[in-house]
């Protein structure tokens, strides 16, 4: 499989490294917690942080030593903008080109946009904590156009910041870029 590293963040008791990796085809993320003689914490093949549809890609993450987690957050090719998310029957939906009718909602089969979504990592049972519909458990930002670029601050309260480049509000001429802040 393809790897590449994306990012990694000391936590006083090892090392969480987070990559990028296409084993199943497309790009999901997956993490390894390594102690400080080099001996793997978690899985062999590695923690499965996200490996939903599409693609998952330039993951970041910060440690939290007060809830001894780490967030990772990434972009996520997804959405049901555009064509198919106006249509609402489910025959219309199966006869158009890259529409899927899921769950009483007619869905794109492709992805159209990047979106910032986030799971966290117990390190001390190094479980990834999901939403209980096994979607991903923060959705930073999921607005019109693009959303990439997420960067991860873990504050001495406990609180995490997501940083991120937005163009939701872009003409298509990348004139109005600009960055968002959640916290």
């Known amino acids: 499989s393809q790897q590449s590293i994306q990012?990694?963040?000391d936590t006083g008791e090892g090392?969480?490294?987070i990559w990028e990796d296409n084993r199943y085809g497309g790009s999901d993320i997956y993490a390894q917690y390594f102690d400080y003689s080099g001996n793997k914490l978690g899985d062999y093949d590695g923690i499965n942080v996200a490996s939903y549809d599409y693609?998952?890609?330039n993951a970041r993450l910060d440690y939290n030593s007060i809830l001894n987690e780490s967030l990772v957050c990434w972009e996520d090719y997804y959405g049901i903008e555009g064509v198919c998310s106006v249509i609402s029957d489910q025959e219309s939906c199966s006869s158009t080109v890259d529409c899927e009718w899921v769950d009483g909602v007619c869905s794109s089969t492709t992805g159209n946009n990047y979106e910032i979504y986030c799971n966290t990592i117990d390190l001390e049972?190094?479980?990834v904590n999901e939403s209980l519909d096994g979607n991903p458990l923060y959705i930073i930002a999921?607005?019109?156009g693009d959303q990439i670029n997420?960067?991860?601050y873990s504050a001495i309260n406990g609180n995490y910041m997501v940083v991120w480049e937005d163009s939701r509000f872009d003409d298509g001429n990348n004139y109005q870029t600009h960055t968002d802040v959640y916290y």
Request: hydrophobic share 40%.
């Open 7 to 9: 990012d990694a963040v």
């Open 125 to 127: 049972d190094l479980s």
């Open 15 to 17: 090392v969480l490294i």
């Open 142 to 144: 999921n607005g019109q």
């Open 55 to 57: 693609d998952q890609s």
């Open 150 to 152: 997420p960067d991860v």
